[in-house]
């Protein structure tokens, strides 16, 4: 009984800890999503790259009050000429980064939700939190999978850019996310094996 509490009592602690990031990541969301509907209205003019020094661009807004701005690697753009256009290519990154903000903090909400009813009681071996684990597992993978599809084939139709999509980074994403979804079937199994052990009783 008392290894239950301090289980619990450490689930609780994880919680509150996964809370207080959640609640700053969506913070960062909002503010994204503000500057974002701002940069969209900010004439095409106002926009500027400045080369750097490893052949990435700056992209960024002259005399912005807003501190957002944007890298485009060299796998985007060539840094052997200036990019097409500099307020698409802006667009197209800030709104890649919204969807792995997005994605980011929806798994932290999912865990942070699992993390309290656990602290509060609940047996982790149930369908919903199989199921809640499924949803992080494909959360994942679009996360690394989309964002970079999105990227690479939107800065490459308006932005003159490279069409070079990298298998390695997606491949990550769906290893991890994979290894979640397996993890929702053992769960899954475990509640079947509960709920036939709690009909026994």
């Not at 500057?35 to 990435?56: C, L, W």
């Not at 769960?187 to 509960?194: F, N, S």
Request: charge should be neutral; proline fraction near 3%.
């Amino acid at each position: 009984m008392e290894q239950k509490q301090r289980m619990q009592a450490s689930c609780a602690k994880a919680a509150l800890w996964i809370g207080i990031v959640f609640w700053l990541v969506a913070l960062s969301l909002v503010l994204r999503l503000i500057y974002t509907g701002y940069a969209a209205i900010v004439p095409a003019q106002r926009y500027h790259a400045e080369p750097m020094a490893d052949g990435s661009w700056h992209i960024a807004i002259e005399g912005s009050p807003l501190a957002f701005s944007n890298v485009a690697d060299h796998s985007l753009i060539s840094s052997d000429e200036n990019p097409a256009n500099p307020k698409a290519l802006h667009l197209i990154l800030l709104g890649a980064d919204l969807l792995v903000h997005t994605a980011v903090a929806y798994v932290l909400f999912l865990l942070r939700k699992m993390l309290s009813e656990i602290s509060g009681g609940c047996s982790p071996f149930t369908a919903e939190y199989g199921a809640d684990i499924r949803r992080m597992g494909y959360t994942v993978m679009g996360a690394f999978v989309l964002p970079h599809l999105l990227r690479v084939t939107l800065v490459g139709l308006f932005c003159q850019g490279h069409w070079s999509y990298s298998a390695g980074s997606m491949a990550a994403g769906i290893l991890v996310g994979g290894l979640l979804v397996i993890l929702a079937r053992i769960i899954d199994y475990g509640a079947l094996l509960q709920q036939e052990s709690d009909q026994t009783l």
